[in-house]
């Protein structure tokens, strides 16, 4: 039986599932979730994701939500060494740096995103242009301390690839998609990096699920 994936694929946190079940080879079905008309408050969605939001994901029996947990559980169960689980200090840093992509690079991408894509597009709104330089610097700040990770490793939990680096994918698709693309330019390992990241197969795969339909 797929697993159930539900939400919007242009969703970050949707695309964030996605990539992690193209990782591991898994047969999986998009649910769509219609945002706009408020589908994700209904309680057949709600019982879920008990805060009414996406992604919701379904594999059986088994019903999880949150994107990071939800990623975890699709790379355990499919065997992947993204986690890095074998080594007890390997898979610490996983984890430091998937609270960092959290708390700091996905806090500040979220709401350029939103201002930048959604609010023109979908909610006919004009960007609040105060809002996206706030956040932006908030993003410079974050790729300060990247660029000095990525400095010293070719990846943000070490020398090899995780769940760390993928995790940064749906938000970077975007900002590389969008009119501040160019604040990478003064961060070349951090340029380096998701440039890499962008070219992995699995991530390949999803940005064609993620384009957003016109409103």
């Known amino acids: 039986m797929a697993m ?6 242009a969703s970050t946190n949707v695309a964030r599932v996605l990539v992690c079940l193209e990782e591991v ?3 999986y079905e998009v649910v769509p979730v219609d945002m706009p008309s408020g589908e994700h408050k209904i309680p057949a969605h709600v019982a879920r994701n008990p805060f009414g939001q996406v992604p919701a994901f379904q594999d059986g029996d088994l019903i999880l939500s ?5 990623s975890k559980y699709i790379l355990r169960k499919g065997g992947s ?3 890095r689980e074998s080594n007890l200090s390997e898979s610490a840093m996983v984890d430091v740096w998937l609270e960092v992509e959290k708390a700091h690079f996905n806090s ?4 350029i995103i939103f201002q930048s894509f959604v609010v023109p597009n979908f909610l006919g709104g004009e960007t609040d242009v105060k809002i996206v330089m706030e956040n932006l610097e908030k993003l410079k700040t974050a790729l300060e301390v990247y660029e000095a990770r990525l400095f010293r490793f070719k990846y943000l939990a070490g020398d ?3 769940l760390a680096d993928i995790s940064h994918f749906p938000a970077a698709y975007y900002l590389l998609g969008g009119p501040h693309a160019s604040v990478l330019e003064a961060y070349l390992h951090v340029k380096a990096w998701i440039t890499e990241v962008m070219d992995r197969p699995s991530v390949k795969k999803v940005p064609e699920l993620m384009k957003m339909p016109s409103a």
């Open 66 to 70: 949150e994107s990071r947990a939800i």
């Open 25 to 27: 080879g898994a047969e």
């Open 4 to 9: 159930k994936v539900y939400g919007p694929a």
């Open 108 to 111: 500040a991408m979220s709401p």
């Open 160 to 162: 090899i690839v995780s």
């Open 81 to 83: 060494d993204l986690l």
